[in-house]
């Protein structure tokens, strides 16, 4: 695996030279739409090196047990790791493992089924690279009553693709989360046994292989409750899965209006899968930030593996990034730009991406109409970062926001270097 920063003066002619790999495929695997490229660019090149691994070093370790454990050379670890002295190891340290034995992980991504864009042809594209497909949303009334989206022809073909159709119930009401519907229905036992049983009904009849849980802003008083309505789900699904999405958080925070409703640990009894939503560090309604710094991520999946059984946990990761006007003044909403776009924006516009080796996530800054803009995205450099993590944290796997949001780079990587089972 490769990863090439655009310098000044680099061609794709030059670097497709360099590494042995035609032009065209260089532009298919990273959503070029022209030649033009820009310093500070990131790009996949899918060479004919091995897959790769990642591995934090333990005591005993040597480069000659890995090359063992991962049935690859000493030579290929060392190679590798260049800045890294095999003869002097410290447990903690994380390295790179070329290796034929790729990283088994699970995959979700959602699909937003009220608003459908043309969604065969990229879900035909990625399908071996997913284990779930999430159909947002459903929602409810407050006597728990399933309002449905028109959904049938997107569960027969993921079922086509050997993808697992997960129904994803929100506590959506006139298009926004409310903390008041779900608190009526989770306090509700009525309510609350009536949304579970139409829950069941639902995927048994539609074929779903599961429920997808995405509350928020659930009141922090509900947190019991909300608890208590995964126990009962849970036990009326049976062996099917119960997923649930749960904002990012670094300690219990009880109280807190947006994660206080979430008992990390009592959700990871009760849950096949809790995918930890290490995304929107930055957000649309904040100032100028990352999307997910490295940094952050790694704090969240600290507290989040110390609650809940890791083989449970799915990292979040965000297949957009977002553009701010500046100066940014409160109450301002910035643009959502999915991430080939945020791409493709600076190359057009000639704009060298700079990569903040802290959060290791890319951004530049614009002006467009005589106004700054300032833009923070992924792209496979930050991605890594995170698989880095996740295979470190022994991780379950990934899922993504949103089927829609093309980012070739990352299909093209777990293609090369992942086990999606």
């Given at each position: 695996?490769?990863?090439?920063?655009?310098?000044?003066g680099?061609?794709?002619?030059?670097?497709?030279?360099?590494?042995?790999?035609?032009?065209?495929?260089?532009?298919?695997?990273?959503?070029?739409?022209?030649?033009?490229?820009?310093?500070?660019?990131?790009?996949?090149?899918?060479?004919?090196?091995?897959?790769?691994?990642?591995?934090?070093?333990?005591?005993?370790?040597?480069?000659?047990?890995?090359?063992?454990?991962?049935?690859?050379?000493?030579?290929a670890?060392?190679?590798?790791?260049p800045?890294?002295?095999?003869?002097?190891l410290?447990?903690?340290?994380?390295?790179?493992?070329?290796?034929?034995?790729?990283?088994?992980?699970?995959?979700?991504?959602?699909?937003?089924?009220?608003?459908?864009?043309?969604?065969?042809?990229?879900?035909?594209?990625?399908s071996?690279?997913i284990?779930?497909?999430?159909i947002?949303t459903?929602s409810?009334?407050?006597?728990?009553?399933?309002?449905?989206?028109n959904?049938?022809?997107?569960?027969?073909?993921?079922?086509?693709?050997?993808i697992?159709?997960?129904?994803?119930i929100?506590?959506?009401?006139?298009?926004?989360?409310?903390p008041?519907?779900?608190?009526?229905?989770?306090q509700?036992?009525?309510?609350?046994g009536t949304?579970?049983?139409?829950?069941?009904?639902?995927?048994?009849?539609?074929?779903?292989a599961?429920v997808?849980?995405?509350?928020?802003?659930?009141?922090?008083?509900?947190?019991?409750?909300?608890?208590?309505?995964?126990?009962?789900?849970?036990?009326?699904?049976?062996?099917?899965?119960?997923?649930?999405?749960?904002?990012?958080?670094?300690?219990d925070?009880?109280?807190?209006?947006?994660?206080?409703?979430?008992?990390?640990?009592?959700?990871?009894?009760?849950?096949?899968?809790v995918?930890?939503?290490?995304?929107?560090?930055?957000?649309?309604?904040?100032?100028?930030?990352?999307?997910?710094?490295?940094?952050?991520v790694?704090?969240?999946?600290?507290?989040?593996?110390?609650?809940?059984?890791?083989?449970?946990?799915?990292?979040?990761?965000?297949?957009?990034?977002?553009?701010?006007?500046l100066?940014?003044?409160?109450?301002?909403?910035?643009?959502?730009?999915?991430?080939?776009?945020?791409?493709?924006?600076?190359?057009?516009?000639?704009?060298?991406?700079?990569?903040?080796?802290?959060?290791?996530?890319?951004?530049?800054?614009?002006?467009?109409?005589?106004?700054?803009?300032?833009?923070?995205?992924?792209?496979?450099?930050?991605?890594?970062?995170?698989?880095?993590?996740?295979?470190?944290?022994?991780?379950?796997?990934?899922?993504?926001?949103?089927?829609?949001?093309?980012?070739?780079?990352?299909?093209?990587?777990?293609?090369?270097?992942?086990?999606?089972?």
């Amino acid at each position: 695996m490769a990863i090439h920063t655009v310098v000044y003066g680099d061609t794709l002619w030059r670097i497709s030279s360099i590494y042995r790999v035609p032009i065209p495929t260089i532009q298919l695997v990273n959503g070029l739409v022209s030649d033009a490229l820009v310093p500070g660019l990131n790009l996949y090149i899918p060479d004919q090196s091995m897959p790769e691994r990642f591995y934090q070093i333990r005591a005993g370790d040597t480069y000659w047990k890995l090359s063992q454990q991962f049935q690859t050379t000493v030579q290929a670890i060392t190679s590798a790791n260049p800045g890294v002295d095999p003869n002097a190891l410290q447990v903690g340290q994380r390295i790179r493992i070329p290796t034929p034995l790729k990283y088994p992980m699970q995959t979700l991504i959602f699909i937003d089924a009220w608003d459908q864009s043309p969604y065969q042809d990229i879900l035909r594209e990625i399908s071996g690279s997913i284990t779930y497909l999430g159909i947002f949303t459903y929602s409810f009334t407050r006597e728990g009553a399933l309002i449905q989206p028109n959904d049938e022809a997107i569960i027969q073909f993921s079922k086509q693709l050997n993808i697992k159709p997960l129904l994803v119930i929100s506590n959506y009401e006139q298009n926004n989360f409310s903390p008041v519907l779900a608190e009526v229905v989770l306090q509700s036992t009525t309510a609350r046994g009536t949304l579970i049983k139409n829950l069941v009904t639902a995927v048994t009849n539609k074929g779903f292989a599961g429920v997808s849980i995405d509350f928020e802003f659930v009141p922090p008083t509900r947190r019991n409750e909300f608890t208590t309505f995964l126990r009962e789900l849970k036990s009326a699904l049976g062996t099917r899965i119960l997923q649930v999405n749960a904002h990012a958080k670094s300690s219990d925070m009880p109280t807190n209006r947006l994660v206080g409703f979430l008992d990390y640990r009592a959700i990871g009894e009760v849950a096949d899968i809790v995918s930890i939503m290490t995304i929107d560090y930055g957000y649309a309604i904040g100032p100028p930030n990352p999307i997910a710094p490295i940094w952050w991520v790694e704090q969240v999946l600290i507290y989040a593996t110390g609650q809940i059984n890791r083989r449970k946990v799915m990292m979040a990761m965000a297949l957009y990034g977002y553009d701010w006007t500046l100066p940014y003044q409160e109450g301002d909403v910035a643009r959502a730009i999915t991430v080939n776009n945020a791409q493709n924006l600076a190359i057009a516009n000639w704009i060298p991406i700079t990569f903040d080796l802290t959060a290791q996530a890319p951004g530049y800054i614009y002006r467009r109409d005589g106004i700054e803009h300032a833009v923070w995205f992924e792209d496979i450099k930050s991605y890594v970062a995170k698989y880095t993590q996740s295979e470190v944290y022994n991780l379950l796997g990934a899922t993504y926001w949103r089927l829609r949001y093309r980012f070739p780079q990352n299909w093209a990587y777990l293609t090369k270097n992942v086990e999606v089972g």
